[in-house]
């Protein structure tokens, strides 16, 4: 086994990780499994795309690759412009179907189904507006750097581990001392006694929703960064999230992003030594063995 | 051109009706029972696979190639898909509820990529071809072939329909809708829900197997392109326009349904240049796509509804009731409210 494994492992499962928070946060605070939350990946990283494009045909300049990296200014600006849409389409999903099904009392499968039905119409609209065809954010090729110790990582790599530590930090810090993270608990333990004792919970669900895309929006760029941009990109990395929301034990932050990491390096040791045309079925491995073995996940909290 | 017209009649309808069979697995796991099935392509895939390799003839460049008769196929697909469902059901049911459509979900995933992976029983991305067809004898008379074809799936469909209609009634299927329905009560008269549920989703997963071999008889060529998340979509939109809950409304979804994506498919190829056609149809699945939301929106019960019923004896009862009108008669109204409920 080369230690080059654990660094490819490492940077899929931050991107894994980065998605599985959102997907946690929905299930535990609005409590279902949303299968519509892999394309808001696919939404961030062409909203990125077609605002990186725009940006650059106004000002050149913005296209010059910034220091050791691949792109220019215009992508960080375009993932910021990607963050707001993303989370603008998220809840423009929520007013449309989502919200009006919790109004209206629907049951949980209910929710789940129409989940499913607004991941295929979402994933469908941008094939049909961008085509199946793969895109990519810059066509430059980096030379990866040695690390020591026999690692080697592209700078884009290194960058999009180190954002997706700070981004995990500062959710989880959020969550636990701030008031805004404290009504999220309240609303996951009991929605009915949050609005009693004062807690908008529309705002929660709100925040819920701008919090988790904004997290996919940026796991979708980095997916789209590493790897390449396609409409499928989010259906392929549903499972994987799953798994690691599950893994992780629903509606805890730092599990999601650590049964990420465990999902990321266990598709790589999987490409290592079974072959990458299996890889897919990595993630259904870890759902089977985890609902066998511990159904709670790793770090659920009691219920 | 009427002969044709007739021929492409025949072959619309025996496709409809293969879906039927899968709606009425898929309305027995959700519509009777609320269980969520979100890989029903793969237990389509996996009856048709199977079927293929018992019945083809062998082929030395992948594993088998039995050469058993055509209905040994369709028992032995829907047997396996059967089995799958059991083993997915026995993992998940007893957890929460959206666990099930997520390992369900990773079935539909797995299965297509050991279709495409696993070239020495599956064929790879190329499939299985030379699936022997029912009535290949006919095959130089094309209308005559056609509507054969189309009396066995109607044949199957009818038999289906009939079986599913007595199950349903029976007290095995007053317990699923009653577990459905307020588990809690269920469990508290002794109902071991877990196990129903269990048995519910394994016969609807057989039913859905029987489904994808049958298919696969039909068109005589399975690729693994062919049971994609896609199709898992139609049939759920085919069961909730047509009603969840009904078997009836199960198959006139199925018609419907694949009649409008038959009919749109049709338009664009004919209206649209060559070009333009896989956008096209992207499009075309975003508007079943938002049919289906709208319809868990607006009309949550579809065109025909579930039906409201509480035992076949229960309408006799009701009749003697009406002649002398005493005790039975609140109890048949006590039933229906319980059904209401």
């Not at chain 1, 110790?149 to 001392?177: F, K």
């Not at chain 1, 309240?186 to 669900?205: C, F, K, T, Y």
């Not at chain 2, 979900?105 to 029912?134: C, D, K, S, Y």
Request: hydrophobic share 55%; with cysteine.
């Amino acid at each position: 086994m080369t230690p080059q494994v654990v660094m490819d492992g490492l940077i899929t499962g931050a991107m894994i990780g980065l998605g599985a928070i959102g997907v946690t946060l929905t299930y535990s605070i609005l409590r279902f499994a949303n299968f519509a939350h892999g394309e808001l990946l696919s939404w961030g990283a062409y909203a990125a795309l077609a605002a990186a494009g725009a940006l650059g045909s106004v000002s050149g300049g913005l296209l010059t690759p910034i220091g050791p990296f691949s792109f220019g200014w215009a992508l960080p600006i375009a993932a910021l412009i990607a963050v707001a849409f993303t989370g603008g389409l998220a809840l423009l999903v929520d007013a449309l179907l989502f919200g009006r099904l919790r109004d209206k009392r629907s049951s949980i499968i209910i929710l789940v189904m129409a989940s499913f039905g607004a991941a295929l119409t979402l994933r469908s609209l941008l094939e049909f507006i961008f085509t199946s065809k793969p895109a990519y954010y810059t066509k430059a090729l980096q030379i990866a750097l040695p690390l020591g110790g026999g690692l080697r990582a592209t700078p884009d790599q290194l960058l999009s581990l180190g954002i997706a530590a700070i981004l995990v930090l500062a959710v989880h810090l959020m969550l636990t001392r701030t008031a805004t993270g404290r009504a999220m608990r309240a609303v996951s333990e009991n929605p009915q006694l949050a609005g009693v004792v004062g807690i908008d919970v529309r705002r929660v669900v709100r925040t819920v929703w701008l919090m988790g895309a904004g997290l996919a929006a940026i796991a979708g760029i980095f997916a789209g960064l590493l790897v390449q941009i396609r409409p499928q990109m989010g259906l392929d990395l549903l499972l994987p999230l799953f798994a690691a929301a599950i893994l992780g034990g629903i509606g805890s932050v730092p599990g999601a992003m650590l049964a990420g990491l465990i999902v990321g390096l266990s598709e790589a040791l999987a490409v290592q030594f079974v072959g990458a045309e299996w890889r897919g079925a990595v993630a259904f491995a870890i759902l089977v063995l985890v609902l066998l073995l511990r159904p709670q996940g790793l770090f659920a909290r009691p219920q | 051109m009427s002969v044709e017209l007739i021929g492409y009649a025949a072959f619309f309808l025996t496709m409809a009706l293969s879906f039927a069979i899968i709606c009425l697995g898929l309305n027995l796991q959700w519509g009777q029972t609320g269980l969520f099935n979100v890989g029903v392509a793969g237990f389509v895939a996996i009856g048709a696979y199977v079927s293929a390799l018992m019945t083809t003839p062998d082929d030395p460049n992948r594993f088998g190639g039995f050469d058993l008769p055509i209905p040994i196929g369709w028992l032995g697909g829907s047997l396996a898909a059967g089995i799958v469902s059991f083993l997915i059901g026995a993992l998940t049911i007893r957890l929460r509820a959206d666990y099930l459509a997520i390992a369900t979900f990773g079935v539909a995933v797995t299965v297509q990529l050991a279709a495409l992976n696993l070239e020495h029983v599956t064929g790879g991305p190329f499939g299985i071809g030379f699936i022997p067809r029912p009535f290949a004898e006919l095959a130089g008379n094309s209308l005559l072939f056609s509507l054969a074809n189309l009396g066995v799936l109607a044949i199957t469909v009818t038999l289906l329909y009939l079986a599913l209609e007595r199950l349903v009634r029976s007290p095995w299927g007053r317990v699923l809708r009653a577990i459905r329905e307020d588990e809690t009560a269920a469990r508290a008269l002794g109902k071991n829900a877990t196990r129903f549920r269990l048995q519910a989703f394994a016969i609807g997963g057989g039913v859905m197997g029987l489904a994808g071999a049958v298919q696969a008889h039909f068109i005589g060529f399975i690729a693994p392109d062919n049971y994609q998340p896609m199709l898992t979509f139609q049939v759920w939109a085919m069961l909730i326009v047509g009603g969840s809950g009904n078997n009836r409304g199960a198959i006139l979804g199925a018609v419907l349904v694949w009649g409008i994506w038959a009919a749109s498919a049709g338009a664009i190829s004919a209206l649209l240049p060559p070009e333009q056609q896989a956008r096209a149809a992207a499009l075309q699945i975003v508007m079943i796509g938002v049919a289906l939301c709208a319809i868990l929106l607006l009309r949550p019960r579809g065109i025909l509804g579930e039906e409201r019923m509480v035992s076949r004896h229960l309408g006799k009862l009701a009749r003697r009731a009406a002649a002398e009108p005493a005790a039975p008669q609140t109890d048949s109204q006590g039933a229906s409210r319980a059904e209401n409920a």
